[in-house]
């Protein structure tokens, strides 16, 4: 078998157990729900049976009482689904590891130098922040999403940006590509998990908004927007799955110390541009499509970092920023690669 | 005079009428932390047409031909700054602006934590209930505890003022009158001092990228294999230079090139270009320099780069008298992958009748195909030039500078062959051919290639690269520095001997920012130590 083969094999290997990761962590999350609905209902039950109690002690009662039935709900948190989900998890990742490296000993050097290179190492590096956050603490309410993303994003790579690997062009030839490149890849992964959480924070969030009054409202647009939000708010309710996801300030919080992480990393990876770009190019910084959109993103997470400490914005709003950088960041690697010129265009397909 | 809350950083009063009160009502908001945040949404859209719409600094060449094609809206985006979208007013005035919040953001802040830094923490508050205390019975004195608790803290070695807390200690009265110490603990000075340093740092990127533009000077040159540059403003082919340079600052360094090897894949993909050069300075030795893609030449504080490389066929070419009326290397300019290059020849000193001219294109590899011939390969396997001549005033007398890669045909008609049509004239290496009418000859001597430098000297690099380390340095310390709290109280009482004989209970509490679950650990740790007694780990909550 050749490595191109080998590589072959493992990326689609990869693909499928992710695909089966996805729904065996998706059905574990909908068990998890379950569970805790269950152990909701029953706590209620015991407050209303316990009826007389004055009211003020009513909710510590609840508090207590939903203590051990959460206790006997968790030997559900280790299902069957969850084992699988994380066995296959790891083996894809295993085998993307695989596929990752054959394809760069095929090509003879660093396998991020063109769509098809940067999406299967990407991914794969998602893959390996979600199994390493996974380590400390039970995020296995963050699988379906990343796995989810990583078996779209891979099945699109091997199948639309297949491309045979080839030497690398002059200007690529350098250390700094090594160096800049994989620190975008690897802060573009963290950038992934971080908008998966927030994606889940904000669910979260506008599941326990109440419906706002239609009828009442002033004008046509109102009554629009409203019934929008309104329609949202049932679809968010209807999910009980969400139920399984901690509270959105917890989201919040890890969230935040992943778009940390990722936005220092792609500091480096835009100043390390710049000096590969200054070393290649003559200049430091030319506005080139690829420098204009690296910028953008960086803009944009630095106003979310902003938007976390001011009053009015932190929450939803900053999380809403988080996510149109991580558009952008998506954005910068297909649009702006396929639709327009400009000296990184060599790193296309 | 009301206080009004503009946003957790910047408290404005609410103005009486007046000059100096709206003055500094304004600043106020142009410093708050929600006009910063709006700006950076702004200039991060702002940037957005920069990507999409040609650019004159880019691409002039694409930017012309928008306009032309876009009749209507190509001037409108023109005067409106959109195809100079990093040069253009509103862009300037959204970073300006940005700016100047950002110093008004910080200049204060420096102020504030210098003072904090040189003050003692707060003290402890007199009840801990709001931070979920832990309570841990000992028999140690309690001196001995908040000693521990605060060496602990503290940290140790060289390094402690980074890793360690701030800790003050206090003996007082608690609210029942009981003496008691109570230890407070604060970190949070690096992570600021890290988050002043990165906004400075962005000061000084931007000054470092505003001297640059002042003080740099750049050139381009074209060198044919054997030939020489010297270092002067008029020998580059194009050249511009920041208002504070001045052109005595050149070094007159001379450059020759001796070989370029340009290596292409089966396919024709570039694989390799190395220009092979001597380089002789003023006073010195000449000494031999390599340059490549992604490794220039210095020279003098400046950077010579490799742009660009393609062939340069050597002519001679005789005139109607039989006179050699031009010798030499013509650069022709690559069109394609496959170095398809097209090139002109001017000859203005024949000896005799009307000047000649050439347009000429070069098929390194060439092959026949449906739509006539092209080039498979950009290397030389099977060479031939194209030509098509031309007779008649070339403009050179005009006065006017013309562009060496472009024939003015305006005074010139094509010679033409048998049948009346323009002649087009393949051309193989070494071969000689005559013109119709006695005209002259054309003989492709060989075909040595060309290496394009760009030259460019900035002084203000190194600083440049400073602020950027400064910012991700800061930037570093300002995400990962933990902002905590934590406090130990010891009441210091006579107490009766629990049922464990433990005497002294110790209360303790942390306080962090919400991402931050760490804290309660350390909390842990230290009354651990402090207590001499395992505090278990709190479970996490959900
Ligand atoms: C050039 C534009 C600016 C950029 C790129 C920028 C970037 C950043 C970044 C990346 C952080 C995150 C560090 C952290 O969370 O600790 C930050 C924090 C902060 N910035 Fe800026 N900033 C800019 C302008 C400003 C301005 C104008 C102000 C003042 C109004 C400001 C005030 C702050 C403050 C107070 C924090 C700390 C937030 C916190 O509590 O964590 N920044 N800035």
């Known amino acids: ?349 | 005079m009301a206080r009004m809350k503009i946003d957790n950083y910047a408290y404005a009063d609410v103005p009486r009428l007046g000059v100096t009160g709206w003055l500094r009502w304004t600043w106020r908001q142009v410093t708050s932390m929600r006009v910063a945040l709006i700006l950076l949404i702004a200039l991060a859209l702002a940037a957005i047409p920069g990507s999409v719409l040609p650019q004159w600094p880019q691409n002039a060449g694409d930017t012309r031909a928008f306009i032309d094609a876009n009749p209507f809206w190509g001037p409108v985006l023109d005067a409106t700054g959109f195809l100079d979208v990093f040069g253009s007013a509103w862009f300037t005035a959204i970073y300006v602006l940005l700016f100047a919040s950002l110093i008004g953001c910080i200049v204060p802040r420096v102020g504030v934590y210098w003072r904090e830094l040189r003050s003692e923490v707060p003290a402890a508050p007199s009840r801990l209930d709001r931070y979920e205390p832990l309570e841990v019975a000992t028999d140690r004195a309690p001196a001995q505890v908040i000693e521990s608790a605060r060496t602990e803290l503290s940290g140790s070695g060289p390094v402690r003022w980074f890793t360690g807390y701030r800790v003050r200690v206090d003996e007082r009265e608690d609210r029942d009158g009981m003496p008691v110490l109570a230890l407070s603990a604060h970190k949070g000075h690096v992570r600021e001092l890290g988050n002043l340093l990165f906004h400075v740092s962005l000061i000084g990127i931007l000054v470092a990228v505003a001297a640059g533009s002042l003080l740099t000077y750049r050139g381009q040159a074209l060198i044919v294999e054997g030939d020489t540059f010297t270092n002067a403003v008029v020998a580059y082919d194009s050249y511009e230079a920041g208002a504070l340079f001045s052109e005595d600052d050149l070094d007159p360094w001379i450059l020759s090139l001796d070989q370029f090897d340009a290596v292409f894949g089966t396919t024709g993909l570039p694989e390799d270009f190395t220009a092979h050069a001597t380089l002789t300075e003023p006073g010195k030795e000449p000494r031999e320099v390599e340059a490549q893609v992604n490794r220039p030449i210095q020279v003098d504080g400046a950077k010579i780069y490799l742009q660009g490389n393609g062939y340069a066929p050597r002519f001679t070419i005789t005139d109607s008298a039989g006179e050699v009326a031009f010798q030499g290397a013509v650069p022709f300019l690559p069109q394609d992958g496959v170095y398809t290059s097209t090139g002109v020849v001017k000859v203005p000193d024949v000896t005799e009748g009307e000047q000649l001219g050439f347009k000429a294109t070069l098929l390194p590899t060439a092959v026949a195909s449906d739509t006539g011939p092209i080039s498979a390969h950009p290397d030389l396997t099977n060479p031939v030039i194209y030509l098509q001549a031309y007779t008649g005033d070339l403009g050179l007398d005009s006065g006017v500078p013309q562009n060496v890669y472009q024939l003015d045909e305006s005074q010139l008609s094509p010679v033409r062959g048998d049948d009346g049509e323009p002649l087009l004239v393949p051309l193989r290496l070494g071969e000689t051919i005559t013109l119709p009418d006695g005209l002259g000859t054309v003989t492709w001597e060989s075909v040595p290639r060309f290496a394009a430098f760009d030259l460019r000297r900035d002084p203000t690099l190194p600083w440049l690269l400073g602020a950027s380390v400064g910012a991700l340095a800061g930037l570093a310390l300002s995400l990962f520095g933990a902002r905590r709290r934590i406090w130990v109280l010891a009441p210091l009482g006579a107490q009766e001997p629990g049922a464990d004989g433990k005497t002294t209970v110790v209360t303790a509490a942390a306080w962090a920012p919400a991402h931050d679950s760490a804290v309660r650990d350390e909390r842990d740790g230290v009354l651990t130590t402090a207590t001499g007694t395992q505090v278990a780990t709190s479970p996490e909550e959900e």
Request: glycine fraction near 8%; charged fraction near 15%; hydrophobic fraction near 55%.
């Open chain 1, 1 to 349: 078998m050749t490595a191109q083969e080998l590589s072959w094999l493992a990326l689609w290997g990869a693909t499928a157990l992710y695909a089966i990761a996805m729904v065996a962590s998706a059905v574990h999350l909908a068990r998890v729900a379950d569970a805790k609905v269950a152990a909701k209902a029953r706590a209620e039950h015991k407050v209303t049976a316990a009826g007389g109690a004055a009211n003020g002690s009513a909710e510590s009662t609840a508090t207590r009482a939903s203590a051990p039935t959460t206790a006997s709900a968790t030997p559900a948190l280790h299902d069957k689904a969850n084992g699988i989900a994380k066995a296959t998890t790891l083996m894809g990742a295993l085998l993307q590891g695989v596929g990752v490296v054959a394809r760069g000993v095929e090509a003879g050097h660093v396998p991020w130098s063109t769509m098809y290179e940067y999406t299967i190492t990407g991914t794969w590096v998602a893959v390996v922040v979600f199994l390493i956050v996974q380590r400390k603490r039970d995020v296995s309410y963050l699988a379906p999403g990343v796995t989810g993303f990583a078996t779209i994003a891979l099945g699109l790579g091997m199948t639309v940006l297949y491309a045979q690997s080839t030497g690398l062009q002059p200007a690529l030839q350098s250390f700094w590509l090594i160096i800049h490149v994989s620190i975008a890849i690897i802060a573009t992964g963290i950038f992934t998990v971080g908008a998966v959480a927030t994606v889940l924070q904000l669910w979260r969030d506008y599941r326990d908004d109440s419906e706002l009054p239609v009828a009442d409202a002033g004008n046509a647009l109102t009554r629009a927007s409203r019934r929008w939000r309104n329609w949202n708010v049932r679809v968010l309710k209807s999910w009980t799955w969400l139920e399984a996801v901690p509270a959105p300030a917890k989201l919040e919080a890890l969230a935040f110390r992943l778009h940390a992480v990722g936005f220092v990393l792609w500091t480096f990876t835009v100043m390390a541009g710049a000096v590969w770009a200054e070393h290649a190019w003559g200049r430091y910084w030319g506005w080139d499509p690829k420098e204009v959109w690296s910028f953008v993103i960086w803009v944009i997470y630095a106003a979310y970092l902003h938007a976390r400490t001011t009053q009015g914005w932190a929450g939803r709003r900053s999380a809403v920023l988080a996510l149109i950088g991580f558009v952008a960041l998506i954005m910068n690697f297909t649009v702006v690669n396929l639709v327009f010129q400009g000296l990184h265009s060599y790193a296309g397909v």
